[in-house]
């Protein structure tokens, strides 16, 4: 399958890159696996409304990971990160 993702195809663009310096990711899932490398994360909090794509990928990088609950605005309920613990947050 072809991931449809947030960059433009590099062999077909012709102009300049908006963000020349950025790192090209392709999803969400490449982006938060990068994100945990670059960072050194290795506690996350998860919404529990998700697909299962984001805790697979959590658990390929090998990172404790557990749920919380979120409100019907869709906003984060009652939650205590513990220490060195991230949030993961969808707008």
Not at 18 to 40: F, W
Request: include cysteine.
């Amino acid at each position: 399958m072809k991931e449809i993702g947030g960059y433009v195809e590099l062999d077909r663009y012709t102009l300049p890159m908006l963000h020349e310096g950025a790192v090209a990711l392709n999803c969400g899932r490449n982006a938060l696996a990068y994100l945990i490398r670059s960072r050194a994360i290795k506690k996350m909090r998860i919404p529990k409304f998700l697909c299962n794509s984001i805790r697979d990928v959590c658990d390929r990088e090998t990172i404790v990971w557990r749920y919380y609950s979120i409100g019907k605005d869709f906003l984060p309920q009652d939650i205590t990160l513990v220490k060195d613990e991230w949030r993961y947050v969808v707008k």
